[in-house]
C-alpha cells in the first residue's frame, strides 16, 4: 500500500482521499486554511464542499505542509488551479528528487497560459508530474459511484502505477502519454459548461445542450490539435467525457454558475452564489488568448468571454451564435 498526500480538502480532494482510503492507502490530508482544518479535524465533513461525505478516522487531516509531504510516494495536487504555482512553489526543498505529484486541478493559467502540469515542472524540475482527469464529480466519488478517469504521464510505468493505485470496483482507470491533450480537454470543458448553463438560464431545450456539446468539443479539438494534442485524447475521457458530465450536471459549479448568469446575474453575483471556485471564468480568457495565438476560431468560448468580461448580453450571445456566416461541418471535396 502507498503513502499518499492530497493537497487541498476542497471536495475534489475529499473525494480522492476518500477513495484512496478505501483502496487501502495510507492517506494524509492537508489544508492552508486552519478553519478548514479544524472543521474537517472536528466534524469528519466538509460541509461547505462535500456535505453528507464523512471522512474516515484513518485519513490524517493537517495544515502542516511538511507533515503532510514527507516520506510519502504520491502527492496529489487537489487544490484549485489559481493556487497550484503557489503550492507547488511551497513544495520546494520539501519534496525528494523525482516525487511523483498527481494534478487533478482543472484550467489554465492566465498570465502565462500555461497548463497545471507546466507550472508545477516549472516550480519543481525534480519532479515526476503526472495528470488525473475524467468524468469525476467529487459528489459521486465520494459516495462509490462508478466512474472511469484516465492517468496521463510522461512514461507507460508512472501511469499505469498510478492506474493501479486508484483503480477499485467503482473508479476504473485508463492510462495515455497525452499530458497536453488530458490536461486542455479538463480546462477548456469549463468554459463550454459555462455556456450550456447560460443556455439553460435563458430557458433553452435539449436541444441547444446537445448543440453546445458538439460544436464545444469542436473548438477543444480544434485548439488543442494546434497546439499538439491528439485528437482521440479530446474525443476521449477527459474531452468528451468530461464535457458531457460538466454541460449536463447540477454539481457542476460551472453549469450552475451559467444558469445564473442566463437569468441575469452579473459573473460576479454568480461566483458569490455558488459559493466555490468557478474554473471556467479563469480558463476562459486563457482560451480565448491561446486561440489568437495559434489563430483559432472559437466561437463559442469567443461569445462567452464577450458575456463574462464585454458588453453583451446572453439573448445577444445567442442570437451572435445562430447567425454566423454559414459553413460546413464536413469540408466538401
Known sequence: MANISILGAGGWGIGIAVLLNNNGHHVTMWSAVKNEVDMLTEKRENTVSLPGIIISDDIKITENLNEAVTDKDIIVLAVASSYIRSTAARLKGLTKPGQLIINVAKGIEENTLMTMTDIIESELPDANVAVLSGPSHAEEVGRGLPTTCVAAARTKETAEYIQNIFSSMVFRVYTSPDILGVELGGALKNVIALAAGI????????NTKAALITRGITEIS???????????????????????????????????????IGQGYTMEEAMKEVHMVVEGVYSAKAALALAKKYNISLPIIENVNMILFGNMTAKDAVNELMMRDRTYEILWE
Open 199 to 206: 443556455a439553460d438560464g435563458l430557458g433553452y431545450g435539449d
Open 222 to 260: 480544434r485548439l488543442g490539435i494546434a497546439m499538439g494534442a491528439n485528437k482521440l485524447t479530446l474525443y476521449g475521457l477527459s474531452g468528451m467525457g468530461d464535457l458531457i458530465v460538466t454541460c449536463a450536471s447540477m454539481h457542476s459549479r460551472n453549469r450552475r454558475a451559467g444558469i445564473l
